[in-house]
C-alpha cells in the first residue's frame, strides 16, 4: 500500500494498525533480564505454597512481590502504571 492510501484511511477514520507489523516493538526499561537468587528452603516452601495456592508459578509471586515493595518504597517504575 502506498502512503497516500495509508494516510487517506487514516483521515477517513479507519484504524490502520493492522497494516503494521507491532511484534518488533518493545517498551523501553522493562526488558527480562535474568538473575540468581539463593533462599533458603523455608522460604521456598513459603512461596510454593503461596504460588500454588494462587495458581501461578513461584517467579510470578516474587516479581509481584518485589514490584509492591518498590512501589510502598516509592522507588516506582516510571513504566508501569
Known sequence: MKAEELDKKFDEGE???????????????LEAHQIN???PKWMLDGLDREAQRLGVHRHAIIKVWISERLRAERHICPFCP
Do not use: H
Not at 484504524?15 to 526499561?29: A, V
Open 15 to 29: 484504524d490502520i494498525l493492522n497494516y503494521f507489523d507491532l511484534s518488533p516493538l518493545k517498551r523501553p526499561g
Open 37 to 39: 537468587v539463593d533462599f
